[in-house]
């Protein structure tokens, strides 16, 4: 990934909301969130139990959301409109991390290709940048006044990505062949190794999420959240091996993360 255009939008990103406030007429909440995911990829097999609680990585994000409910610039309550009063506008930075084995039955069996599968691990790290609208169905204005305690929501948005995979092999030793180390039918594609390659990339995703908001106090919540990542990509996980010799390889990676987080609403 290209370090550099990543750090000059994410400067954009933080600067952009608080230097044009005043002229849009919102007020600015800012957070961090933390917590395990599942990483959905070429690494075992889909809903395959052992393949779910094995590759399990660890995300964090910043979070900025536009409260459009609530003018900082007046100190004032927006105008009563029903857009302003259930959505916000939510912008976030995210890193995660995830180590990859092979599980499932494949890899268990007692042969060379059982072998090489549990010998072969990868990892990934992927850093996302993107914007999500968040829809509330109960008032903002009411949840922000202290009428409930628990404010739930939905949200969809699209996210910048860029990622690095890693893999090696316990079998890997000098003069050893790709095709004494590694599952053969991983060797046909079009990576640096066939179906496998750490190439450093980047692609979009679509998230989609479910969660919670809990008042602490009139300035701060505490947020639980269960949110889908689907990449347009089948390398983040650096495992991409032709369908027709490996079929089970049919779907893009994905995540499924659970995240919690504290939010702070700011006075500008």
């Known amino acids: 990934m290209n370090t550099k255009i990543i750090a000059a939008v994410l400067t954009l990103w ?35 139990y052992d393949t779910n609680i094995n590759n399990q990585g660890i995300g964090v994000g910043i979070v900025h959301y536009m409260n459009f409910a609530y003018r900082a610039d007046c100190n004032c309550y927006s105008r009563d409109l029903y857009f ?26 007692q042969t060379l290709g059982g072998l090489q599968l549990r010998s072969h691990t990868g ?9 999500q609208l968040e ?4 008032s903002i ?12 929501y939905i949200s969809l948005g699209a996210h910048y990505v860029g990622y690095q995979a890693k893999y090696e092999s316990s079998l890997d030793a ?3 062949l790709p095709e004494d180390i590694y599952f053969n039918p991983f060797l046909v594609g079009d990576g640096e190794l066939g179906g496998i390659d750490d190439s450093p990339g980047n692609t979009w995703a679509i998230t989609s999420s479910v969660g919670i908001r809990y008042k602490l106090n009139v300035l701060s919540d505490i947020n639980l959240e269960l949110r889908y990542h689907r990449y347009f990509s089948n390398w ?19 995540i499924v993360w ?3 987080g504290y939010i702070y609403y700011l006075d500008f």
């Open 14 to 48: 933080l600067l952009l909301p608080f230097s044009s406030r005043a002229q849009l007429g919102f007020s600015n909440e800012v957070g961090i969130i933390a917590g395990p995911l599942l990483f959905q990829s070429d690494f075992g097999l889909r809903n395959n």
């Open 84 to 109: 302003n009063d259930h959505f916000k506008l939510r912008s976030e930075a995210d890193l995660h991390y995830t180590k990859l084995t092979h599980e499932g039955f494949e890899s268990e069996k």
């Open 123 to 131: 990892s990934s790290l992927v850093f996302e940048l993107g914007m």
């Open 135 to 138: 829809y509330f169905p109960l």
């Open 141 to 152: 204005r009411d949840f922000q006044a202290g009428a409930y305690k628990v404010a739930p």
């Open 174 to 176: 000098p003069g050893a």
């Open 236 to 254: 983040v996980d650096g495992l991409n091996p032709d369908q027709q010799f490996y079929p089970p390889n049919k779907y893009d990676d994905s």
């Open 258 to 260: 659970l995240n919690v």
